[in-house]
């Protein structure tokens, strides 16, 4: 979230971080406070608005760290006494609150279909630079789905051919509408 409010601070550009563990949400909520341009919520990404997400008490007596995260495909991660609010791309860009989605990361850790699912109307409306972070082999279904999503939003996906993550075969992913020809040649020359 810092390095996009510093890429994005001559463009006059809002980022809002989420994050659903309560300690890094903690973390970066004092460090937004410095940053004007920086809004954290402590919120999950899905497909249903109001849903509820839950992971064990004992995340939050960890330390705060970028490896600290609730993994769709870690059953543990998902079940306990802690809860956290679960919100749609739709309702955070909702037309009523006049915010634009210029471009969104999807780092999360296996749920990026389901944001994707609750991204629809702001996708079509906004046509945002999307990238995804997908494991095409270890997790196949879930990268296909995303694919398959991008391919009905007619997006143009590229592929980082370098390993993200601590499995081999992740990868980030940079997806531009395909009626963006300008954008699109620009990002071809580096795929």
Known sequence: AMMLVNAMRRLRLHVLALEPLMINAQVALRRAEKEPDLYVRRLGLGDVD???GYYPAEYDARRSTMHLQIARWRDNDNAGNVSYPITTIDALFDEEWDRTLVLAHLD???REPDALR????TLQRDRPVVTVETYPKSMQSRHLDVMAQFEALRYEVYTIQETVG???DGRNSVAIPREDRHLRRIVEQYF
């Open 50 to 52: 109001g849903a509820t």
């Open 118 to 121: 609750g991204a629809n109307a």
């Open 108 to 110: 999360l850790e296996g």
């Open 166 to 168: 601590s499995i081999r």
